[in-house]
C-alpha cells in the first residue's frame, strides 16, 4: 500500500516569512495530493490538493508543488501569520474515488507573531 | 453547506466496555470512511464503504472493531472491548461519486475517545 513520509515534524518560524513542508509518497499510481490544516481539537480541513497532470498550484498565499519522478510533494506558505500555527498534513491516493487518502504524519507549524 | 455529522462528540468509556460511534456522511456520497487518529498522528483508515459494502477494511481490528452501513447512508463503528490503546479520535469522511474533477473527501468533527 501507499506509504506517506513528512518533514519536518516541527517547524518554527517568524511571522512573516516563509515555511516549506515536504512529503515523499511510495506509490507510483497516487495521483491526487491534499494538504489539510488541523486546528486543535478540531476536524482536518482541506486547504489546497493538487493531481499529477499540474506541477504546482497556487491559491493566495498558499502553493503546493509536485514532482512526479521524484515521488515528493511541497507545501508553502509565504507571509505566514500567527493564524497559520496548526498542524498541517500531507495526503496521498489514487484519485479514482474508490481509495481512500494515506496521510503524512503531520507538521506542527508555530508562527512566532 | 452540508456537512457529515457524527455523535456522540466525547465519550469516555472504562476499560472493556462498548462503545459506539455514529456518521451520517453528506447527502449523495457514496464512499464513507472511519479514520482513527491518535494524539500526535496522522488520521488511519480504519474502514471504506462503497454504498453499503466495504471496499477495505484491511487495517481494521476486526477481533474487537466492526462497522457497517447496511442501508449505504449513515455507518455506525463499535468497539467492544474498549482497551486503553483505543484512545484517540474517531473521524469519519465521505466523497462523492468519482468525477474527473477529482475527489475531495469531507470529515466531520470527530468523536473523542477516552478509555479510562
Given at each position: ?29 497516487s495521483n491526487y495530493f491534499p ?14 490538493d493538487i493531481r499529477s ?38 495526503a496521498a491516493s489514487l484519485d479514482t474515488?474508490?481509495r481512500?487518502l ?12 | ?101 477529482g475527489n475531495t ?12
Amino acid at each position: 500500500g501507499e506509504n506517506v513520509e513528512q518533514h519536518p515534524s516541527t517547524l518554527s518560524v517568524q511571522e512573516g516569512d516563509s515555511a516549506v513542508i515536504k512529503c515523499t509518497y511510495s506509490d507510483s499510481a497516487s495521483n491526487y495530493f491534499p494538504w489539510y490544516k488541523q486546528e486543535l481539537g478540531k476536524r482536518p480541513q482541506l486547504i489546497i490538493d493538487i493531481r499529477s497532470n499540474v506541477g504546482e498550484k497556487k491559491d493566495q498565499r498558499i502553493a503546493v508543488t509536485l514532482n512526479k519522478t521524484a515521488k515528493h510533494f511541497s507545501l508553502h506558505i509565504t507571509e505566514t501569520q500567527p493564524e497559520d500555527s496548526a498542524v498541517y498534513f500531507c495526503a496521498a491516493s489514487l484519485d479514482t474515488g474508490r481509495r481512500a487518502l494515506t496521510f503524512g504524519s503531520g507538521t506542527r507549524l508555530q508562527v512566532q507573531p | 453547506e452540508a456537512e457529515v455529522a457524527q455523535s456522540p462528540r466525547y465519550k469516555i468509556t472504562e476499560k472493556s466496555q462498548a462503545v459506539a460511534f455514529w456518521c451520517d456522511p453528506i447527502s449523495g456520497h457514496a464512499t464513507l470512511y472511519w479514520y482513527r487518529q491518535i494524539l500526535g498522528q496522522g488520521p488511519e483508515l480504519l474502514v471504506q464503504f462503497q454504498d453499503e459494502s466495504v471496499v477495505d477494511d484491511s487495517q481494521l481490528p476486526k477481533d474487537r472493531f466492526s462497522a457497517e452501513r447496511l442501508k449505504g447512508v449513515d455507518s455506525t463503528l463499535k468497539i467492544q472491548p474498549a482497551e486503553l490503546g483505543d484512545s484517540a479520535m474517531y473521524l469519519c469522511a465521505s466523497s462523492p461519486p468519482p468525477r474527473p474533477s477529482g475527489n475531495t473527501i469531507y470529515f466531520g468533527e470527530g468523536s473523542w475517545l477516552t478509555v479510562v
